[in-house]
């Protein structure tokens, strides 16, 4: 991809490689594969699939999918909804990519099937 366009964008990419660099899964641990692409290696924060429960009814309150956020500026082509991501070996496809127009994008995923 192309290199952040503004100041604001340059540090906002800055700010994202210094939280990849300390809560990133390692670049040989995540692999983007798309259409017309060879797979590769990127780095990105990986949040796990969590479902929090009511201790007294044992009742789920609070789910949340398996993400990943990434620079947008890291990525070779950017990412749309059935392209895939394998993160510690578990492939998982995109579901949701959520830009956040400051060149980061959040991807919602859910674990693909083999």
Known sequence: MTSPDTPWEATVDMAMQTCIDVFGEGVDQVTIEQPGLPPYLVDGIFDSASIQVDP???????????????????????????????????????KEPVYDGQGTVTVMLFRART
């Open 56 to 94: 007294d009814t044992g009742v789920p309150i609070i789910s949340n999918d398996p993400q990943i956020s990434f620079r947008v500026s890291n990525l070779l082509k950017l990412l749309h909804n059935g392209d895939r991501v394998i993160i510690r070996g578990v492939a998982y496809q995109v």
